[in-house]
């Protein structure tokens, strides 16, 4: 079992900027990813790494960079230019399916989440 622990969410202007972080302990994962959520909406893929190599979601690409620091098991996740429709609760996941990757039923430890709201 891996316990993941995610940080940074905040509030920011449209056209911000956000790094989270996530921390995970325990069994190395094969995959890490970031995920969000709105309420009474499907939890959606943002981006993830599996064995070192990235993948992102088409709402990431262009302005949010995932990043890993092996040594310290700590998936990174820089968000620029924020737009409201980029507010939810975002949470980090691990599996040791290395084919994880967007999908959110292949992870299975997840983070509580940190709130992103991006508004005026």
């Known amino acids: 079992q891996v316990n993941v622990v995610e940080s940074g969410g905040g509030s920011v202007q449209p056209g911000g900027s956000l790094r989270l972080s996530c921390a995970a302990s325990?069994?190395?994962?094969?995959?890490m990813g970031w995920f969000r959520q709105v309420l009474g909406k499907e939890r959606e893929g943002v981006a993830a790494?599996?064995?070192?190599?990235?993948i992102d979601s088409n709402v990431a690409r262009g302005r949010f960079t995932i990043s890993q620091d092996n040594a310290k098991n700590t998936l990174y996740l820089q968000m620029n230019s924020l737009k409201p429709q980029d507010t939810a609760m975002y949470y980090c996941a691990t599996s040791q399916v290395n084919w994880a990757y967007l999908r959110a039923d292949l992870y299975d430890s997840w983070g509580q989440g940190t709130q992103v709201t991006v508004s005026s």
């Open positions: 790494i599996c064995s070192g190599n990235p």
């Open positions: 325990g069994n190395r994962p094969v995959c």
